[in-house]
């Protein structure tokens, strides 16, 4: 694997747009070097914006994912700031679950609906 990336590399990869990535960079979660106006990304930043995309897809905010890429900072963490990703993954995964249920319970009565289009349209063009 490369040592260095440059946007145009990171956006095709991870499918995201050049902006985004220089918003992560105007908000401080990645921190690419300069080479005159090209942004030279290494494995950190890299990594940085693995954790940034997951992060995002599962719902956290800006603030939450700069408080948990601090773990990434240093050797390991510390236990204390393990403890607190924990219970920020927890509350995360509790949302989540309460969104699942809120998503079945929609789709059921979607069905539940199509069932009794299916109905009526049949009783018509039985008549």
Do not use: H
């Amino acid at each position: 694997m490369a040592s260095t990336f440059t946007i145009r590399q990171l956006t095709k990869e991870f499918g995201v747009t050049a902006r985004a990535l220089r918003f992560y960079e105007e908000e401080d979660l990645i921190a690419p070097a300069r080479r005159g106006q090209t942004r030279l990304y290494n494995a950190r930043d890299r990594a940085r914006i693995v954790l940034i995309l997951r992060g995002r897809r599962v719902g956290f905010s800006l603030a939450e994912l700069r408080e948990l890429l601090d773990l990434y900072e240093g050797p390991g963490g510390s236990s204390g700031q393990m403890v607190e990703a924990r219970r920020k993954f927890q509350e995360r995964i509790a949302v989540l679950e309460r969104q699942k249920v809120d998503i079945e319970q929609s789709l059921s009565e979607l069905r539940d609906g199509i069932q009794s289009i299916d109905s009526a349209l049949s009783a018509q063009m039985a008549n």
